[in-house]
């Protein structure tokens, strides 16, 4: 079972994302609606993969990315943004933050499982 942590404070659209990833039977997701509930969410389950809004209220996406590196129980955890904001330059800079991808908002939900399973065999 591949374990997905989806952090993005529109409900909405987490919930969206979490039946999306549930189409595929070998994936389990747990979603969050901030950046302190993903790091704590992140640091008790382990997942496989996690999926991290970019703009959010409070600890935004790249800020919760940093927090997620310096703890020793989520620093090799692979990142991949979900964005709208994804001109050349922005996803560049991502990819220089350490994240393994960029998914970009509004996303396909009928091929969110199968673009994630991508990144995680990437």
């Known amino acids: 079972m591949t374990k997905i942590l989806y952090v993005d404070d529109e409900a909405d659209i987490r919930e969206i994302a ?3 990833l549930e ?5 389990e ?3 969050c ?5 993903g790091l ?3 640091a008790a389950w382990h997942p496989d993969l996690i999926l991290l809004d970019v703009m959010m209220p409070g600890m935004d996406g790249p800020t919760t990315f940093a927090r997620l590196r310096d703890q020793a129980a989520t620093a090799t955890i692979p990142v991949v943004f ?3 904001r994804t001109q ?5 800079r991502f990819h220089e933050l350490g ?3 960029v998914l970009a908002k509004p996303f396909d939900p009928m091929t969110l499982a199968e673009q994630v399973r991508a990144l995680l065999d990437g």
């Open 18 to 20: 979490q039946l999306a």
């Open 23 to 27: 189409l595929d039977p070998d994936i």
């Open 29 to 31: 997701v747990r979603s």
């Open 33 to 37: 609606a901030s950046g302190t509930e």
């Open 40 to 42: 704590e969410a992140a």
């Open 82 to 84: 979900i964005t709208a």
């Open 88 to 92: 050349s330059h922005e996803v560049q």
């Open 99 to 101: 994240a393994r991808g």
